[in-house]
């Protein structure tokens, strides 16, 4: 690698980063980031701080997990890349398939298609589900329902049903045929509705409205988070996924559970779907399949999805879809070793407790500090959401939440800013202590805002 100076002097220019404008990156260059160990990254001045944001939701076992890296290098010297197109796959491709079968048989799911990250896998089940409806005969079926506040990733289908225009706006026209409807979130809703039993019903009343209005025989499926990560941690009342479930069977819409963030333990379950007690029809999953150690994801697939596409005897059964990594055997190796990693230390078990904690101090930062309007979390997944004003809930500019970043970053703490708010998603790995570190931290931040 080239030396410090180097990189220095050329953070940002000959890179684009991602969900950023390039020209503020240029006019304050990124932290670059040089050195992983356990839970703490260390940054290009040598400054090491408590990494509260798990890489981006998905270094759930940390930077030092030694299993995942030799199954890496071992799979990298056996076999570094075949393809998984018809006609050929890979030892590693068919043991994990296998594996997660095995894992998320409480959710029903029974195959893999393998994609390369999270936008990829919803892209591949948002297509999957139009393919399904034409095996059926019932072509007509196209459109997609989601949640408005919902993340699907940034291709044109996941931005699509995306339900926020930070992530549509500049790429309109988007995919037709996609409609919102409120997310139960408590915060802020049309319907001024503070209690989330009686809003989750509300919620599912406008969406048997939608459902109505489009005709369910043009619904091909509903997409959503478990809990909704990027667009503010939004945890729906736990009658809501298992009511919306039950309206989309009565109208035979398909479930497509979308948990790139919620799988493999973040919310204190195994899934999000898991925790809500629901099966649904196909599941998107990435990030901490490797625990962010390789680029890899899959869309599962239920057992009444798989029979039809597998009865099938025309053209339109066979996939006509994939990736050149699709099924990489280095990153299926990865998988392996993290999922193994992954029940182990019972990631999921420490989660939850670690997440009861970080729930109790967040909100005792609530109640020390103004600004912060509203705290919300599930597990190690947690959003503070900071307001100029508690009566009005006028959210602050990007100039308070920068300087809250700062601060908390001097303080020893790396956190993920979204908006107005303040996204916490460390590695599922973390003691009491470093609930106490990030506690300590974000108070040093808020004090600056």
């Not at 999270?118 to 034409?134: F, I, M």
């Not at 898991?274 to 901490?288: E, S």
């Not at 107005?420 to 590695?427: C, R, T, Y």
């Amino acid at each position: 690698m080239r030396d410090m100076n180097f990189l220095t002097e050329n953070n940002a220019r000959p890179i684009w980063h991602p969900m950023a404008h390039p020209a503020e990156m240029q006019a304050s260059p990124p932290r670059v980031i040089m050195k992983g160990d356990g839970v703490t990254v260390t940054d290009i001045d040598g400054k090491s701080v408590l990494d509260a944001v798990g890489g981006l939701w998905n270094v759930n076992l940390g930077y030092s997990s030694d299993p995942v890296k030799e199954a890496i290098a071992r799979q990298l010297a056996e076999l570094p890349y075949y393809s998984g197109f018809r006609g050929t796959s890979t030892g590693p491709s068919i043991e994990l398939a296998y594996e997660l079968a095995e894992f998320f048989a409480p959710e029903g799911m029974v195959r893999s298609f393998f994609t390369s990250g999270g936008s990829d896998s919803v892209e591949s089940a948002l297509r999957l589900a139009r393919q399904y409806w034409k095996i059926k005969g019932e072509a007509d079926r196209t459109k997609f329902l989601a949640l408005k506040k919902g993340y699907h990733g940034t291709h044109f289908g996941g931005a699509s049903v995306n339900g926020n225009a930070n992530f549509r706006r500049n790429y309109e026209p988007l995919l037709p045929g996609c409609f919102h409807i409120p997310a139960p979130w408590t915060y802020r809703n049309p319907f001024d509705e503070t209690d989330p039993a009686k809003l989750a019903r509300l919620c599912i009343r406008a969406l048997e409205d939608e459902i109505a209005f489009q005709g369910g025989d043009t619904i091909a499926a509903f997409i959503m988070e478990p809990v909704l990560g990027a667009g503010g941690v939004i945890v729906p009342h736990e009658t809501f996924m298992p009511m919306l479930r039950e309206v989309l069977d009565r109208h035979g819409i398909l479930l497509i559970a979308d948990e790139v963030v919620t799988g493999f333990g973040r919310t204190g379950a195994w899934s999000g779907s898991r925790l809500w007690g629901v099966k649904p029809d196909m599941m998107t999953i990435a990030k901490a399949i490797t625990s962010g150690y390789f680029p890899l994801g899959a869309t599962l697939i239920s057992q009444k999805v798989a029979d039809v596409f597998e009865a099938d005897r025309t053209s339109f059964g066979a996939i006509g879809h994939g990736y050149t990594y699709s099924g990489h055997p280095v990153g299926c190796a990865a998988g392996l070793a993290a999922l193994a990693e992954t029940k182990r230390l019972n990631l999921a078990g420490n989660a939850a407790a670690r997440g009861e904690e970080l729930a109790a101090v967040l909100a005792d930062l609530k109640a020390r500090f103004d600004v912060v309007g509203d705290v919300r979390s599930k597990g190690l997944m947690a959003a503070l959401e900071l307001v100029s004003d508690r009566t009005s809930k006028k959210p602050v500019d990007k100039k308070v939440m920068a300087a809250v970043a700062d601060g908390a970053y001097e303080a020893g703490i790396m956190i993920r800013v979204s908006g107005n708010n303040i996204i916490l998603s460390p590695p599922l790995v973390i003691t009491s202590a470093d609930v106490a570190t990030i506690a300590d931290g974000l108070a040093a931040g808020l004090a600056r805002a």
